[in-house]
């Protein structure tokens, strides 16, 4: 059952220690280059993020293709899990697999990756709109081909879904990429990551190259969650003073979202790495740079153009193509809920602009979250000049940060729950609450 929450700050500072959960992005990769390596490859940290539980309690129910050939598995709103184990399960000889999600999963484009996999050979079949999942797909397949073209300008994850199979294909496997290559930074990761399970690459112009080769015996450790640390970095850079110590972070990140390092030192935000981890601390400064290029970390889109719309100032965003076909249409959202701080998001083509000329603050608002968890994370922040902020159902961000609003806490953000009747109701509970598990299958977490 959905159910709000109301956020209040009575000071303007944040200061404090918040553990962060393992990387949503390399947990992911890590859990399907461990099921693919037979045993050889180790996990470690793995992640808390609803996306990451679905996908690790999937991928033990495949192991148990052969007792039951047939089995359908539901990844919610997981979009990570829904590209990834389209590939990985055509690699199931025997299998037949039905991938579905929730209905704004159905309406999420899955035709690339389809159109790759029937193009190397895989059987892979739409149940209701073609493009679209629900998939049916008839694990185990003879190469037709190891080379493939792909647009660069889709998501990352159609690329990195492909990669990750590639050293387990009899011929391996060669993608020519189209044009620019969007969030490169993930596709990096991916080849890193499988690099660290013995896995070679060659990446010559805009061709990258897996040969056919076994995995070595590794433990991979999944660093710490950028993305999730972004949120606060919104936090120091609208509060009047922070210090904030995240440990388990590193200036030598996999991660992509780890620029948002150098995005918000625009805003007066310092990063010192010592003893383990980042120290964040707010000086005052003017705004430095008013154009922001999302490409590469799409992901952190929503919470720059919150923090510039809450500052005031008119900056200007490219990159945000791919936002639109997120958990919703994350431009739309954006519009929506900017609005009721008087600020427009105008769209030109491929370029977006924050109107702030109309900014007001209001002593109350109500954010609609969309069923898009950093739809919430992004606009929590706002607590710190908003008197009292409404987030419609808090329980969303269990998808990638199950502890955002206790870590809230932590830094003193007065965090009040309601249900039916008015009743309060604790965070913490709800957000421990595993969400859309696997059918048949016993979840390690």
């Not at 990769?29 to 996990?43: D, H, K, N």
């Not at 080379?147 to 009899?170: E, M």
């Not at 972004?230 to 620029?259: C, K, R």
């Amino acid at each position: 059952m959905k159910q709000n929450i109301i956020l209040t700050k009575k000071d303007k500072s944040a200061n404090g220690t918040i553990q962060l959960t393992g990387s949503k992005s390399e947990c992911n990769r890590a859990l399907i280059i461990e099921a693919l390596s037979g045993g050889r490859v180790r996990v470690e940290n793995i992640s808390n993020a609803a996306d990451t539980v679905v996908l690790q309690g999937m991928l033990e129910g495949s192991e148990t293709y052969k007792e039951r050939p047939f089995k359908q598995f539901n990844v919610g709103p997981a979009g990570t899990a829904m590209r990834f184990l389209a590939a990985f399960f055509t690699l199931l000889n025997g299998a037949e697999i039905v991938l579905t999600g929730s209905e704004r999963m159905k309406q999420r484009p899955i035709g690339v990756l389809v159109n790759a996999l029937r193009a190397i050979g895989a059987s892979i079949d739409y149940i209701e709109s073609e493009g679209f999942p629900p998939l049916r797909i008839h694990g185990g397949f003879e190469q037709q081909k190891n080379t493939i073209s792909i647009k660069g300008d889709i998501s990352s994850q159609y690329i990195t879904a492909l990669l990750l199979i590639a050293s387990q294909l009899p011929l391996g496997l060669t993608l020519q990429i189209e044009g620019e290559l969007t969030s490169r930074p993930y596709v990096e990761m991916t080849l890193a990551m499988l690099q660290q399970a013995g896995i070679q690459h060659q990446w010559e112009g805009n061709n990258i190259h897996i040969a056919r080769q076994d995995f070595k015996e590794t433990t991979l450790y999944v660093e710490p969650d950028w993305s999730a640390a972004s949120y606060w970095y919104a936090i120091a850079a609208l509060a009047d003073e922070a210090e904030l110590f995240l440990p388990g972070l590193t200036a030598y990140s996999l991660q992509g979202d780890s620029v948002i390092t150098e995005i918000m030192a625009n805003f007066g935000i310092t990063s010192q790495f010592k003893n383990g981890g980042v120290y964040l601390k707010k000086e005052v400064k003017p705004l430095q740079r008013k154009i922001f290029d999302m490409k590469s970390c799409p992901d952190l889109a929503q919470t720059v153009i919150v923090v510039c719309a809450a500052l005031g100032y008119d900056a200007t965003f490219t990159g945000l193509e791919t936002l639109k076909i997120k958990e919703t249409d994350r431009v739309k959202a954006l519009q929506n809920e900017l609005a009721k701080i008087g600020v427009k998001l105008i769209e030109k083509g491929q370029v977006y602009k924050l109107d702030c000329s109309e900014k007001h603050i209001p002593q109350k608002v109500f954010i609609n979250t969309y069923d898009d968890h950093r739809m919430a994370m992004a606009f929590a922040p706002l607590a710190l000049i908003v008197p009292e902020m409404e987030v419609e159902d808090f329980g969303v961000v269990v998808k990638s940060y199950p502890t955002f609003w206790t870590d809230l806490q932590k830094v003193g953000f007065d965090v009040k729950g309601f249900g039916e009747g008015g009743g309060t109701h604790s965070v913490t509970q709800r957000a421990k609450v595993e969400v859309y598990p696997p059918q048949n299958n016993k979840n390690k977490h």
